[in-house]
Nanobody
């Protein structure tokens, strides 16, 4: 089992910045990919950015050039630096991890990001 705990959400004006962090615990040896998904009211959960243990990244087109994902394998953390935030970035952001044991997905409870116009 893997536990994920997010921090860093909040309210920010359009054009501002926020940094999200996620700490993993439990069977961390089994984790390969970590990252962030988000879910806005009335919408499906969508990928924001993911990063492998080796550092390969993948971003949603909507956040490319504005968001940066990073990972500290020694501390078992993944972070998301969000710049130039837009009202459409408002959502609950969930930390994600994928285990190489059975390919199981793990999710954090989420942290709310609200961007005011």
């Amino acid at each position: 089992q893997v536990q994920l705990v997010e921090s860093g959400g909040g309210l920010v004006q359009a054009g501002g910045s926020l940094r999200l962090s996620c700490a993993a615990s439990g069977s961390i040896f089994s984790i390969n990919t970590m990252g962030w998904f988000r879910q806005a009211p009335g919408k499906q959960r969508e990928l924001v950015a993911v990063i492998t243990r080796g550092g390969s990244t993948n971003y949603a087109d909507s956040v490319k050039g504005r968001f940066t994902i990073s990972r500290d394998n020694a501390k078992n953390t993944v972070s998301l630096q969000m710049n130039s935030l837009k009202p459409e970035d408002t959502a609950v952001y969930h930390c994600y991890a994928n285990s190489i044991v059975g390919g199981k997905d793990y999710w954090g409870k989420g942290t709310l990001v609200t961007v005011s116009s």
